[in-house]
């Protein structure tokens, strides 16, 4: 049974940080794309960034330069460091498996409450 379960979401002022973890099990870890999305009330659920199994990693242009994902293939955890936190990042962030080869599957966690007031 495949489970991503995200961590470290809470509340925090404006200009604070947070780092999100998503510990993954239950997958070869290593061969998944991780990536971050993010969901607002009343909005669109966003990609934030994503991590291959390679180690590149790639931002929407609202978070380059604050957030850096990183991952260790060694425990099966993703990270999501959040610094220069803003309102507008208020959100669920969900951590998602993908993989396309050798088989195609898709994965996301329950998600955790980022809360940033100003």
């Known amino acids: 049974q495949v489970q991503l379960v995200e961590s470290g979401g809470g509340a925090v002022q404006s200009g604070g940080s947070l780092r999100l973890s998503c510990a993954a099990s239950?997958?070869?870890?290593?061969?998944?794309?991780m990536g971050w999305y993010r969901q607002a009330p009343g909005k669109q659920r966003e990609l934030v960034g994503s991590?291959?199994?390679?180690?590149?990693?790639d931002y929407a242009d609202s978070v380059k330069g604050r957030f850096t994902i990183s991952r260790d293939n060694a425990k099966n955890v993703v990270f999501l460091q959040m610094n220069s936190l803003k309102p507008e990042d208020t959100a669920v962030y969900y951590c998602?498996?993908?993989?396309?080869?050798?088989?195609?599957?898709?994965?996301r966690g329950q998600g955790t409450q980022v809360t940033v007031s100003s």
């Open positions: 991590i291959t199994r390679g180690g590149s990693t």
């Open positions: 239950g997958i070869t870890f290593s061969m998944y794309t």
């Open positions: 998602t498996a993908d993989i396309v080869a050798p088989f195609r599957a898709n994965h």
